[in-house]
């Protein structure tokens, strides 16, 4: 079991770079795939970032490539998902997952082991 606590959001200005984080607890975080989703108002949740359990591979949804960077730090057992260039469109709860003891984190929601609470990120001038 693998509990997850997300922080770093809030209301942000177009072509924002805020950084969100996501602090698990356990002693086993390096043998979990980490990742984030989001959903916004009136849609379903979607994949946005994963990472592997030893950093080593990354993949992103097409929407977020070349603006999103995810990362973690086993040492601190945290995962972070750096965001530039913010839009609008961007705007939605962002929840952090996590994938089975060494398995990759899927990219579909209803296949996801454990959930955080979620952030909420605005993005608004």
């Known amino acids: 079991q693998v509990q997850l606590v997300e922080s770093g959001g809030g209301l942000v200005q177009p072509g924002g770079s805020p950084r969100l984080s996501c602090a698990a607890s356990?002693?086993?975080?390096?043998?979990?795939?980490m990742g984030w989703f989001r959903q916004a108002p009136g849609k379903e949740r979607e994949f946005v970032a994963r990472?592997?359990?030893?950093?080593?591979?990354?993949y992103y949804a097409d929407s977020v490539k070349g603006r999103f960077t995810i990362s973690r730090d086993n040492a601190k057992n945290t995962v972070y998902l750096q965001m530039n260039s913010l839009k609008p469109e961007d705007t939605a709860v962002y929840y952090c997952?996590?994938?089975?003891?060494?398995?990759?984190?899927?990219?579909?929601?209803?296949?996801?082991?454990?959930w955080g609470q979620g952030t909420q990120v605005t993005v608004s001038s």
């Open positions: 356990g002693r086993t975080f390096s043998s979990y795939g």
């Open positions: 997952a996590a994938s089975r003891s060494f398995l990759v984190l899927s990219t579909r929601a209803e296949d996801v082991a454990y």
């Open positions: 990472i592997s359990w030893s950093g080593g591979a990354t």
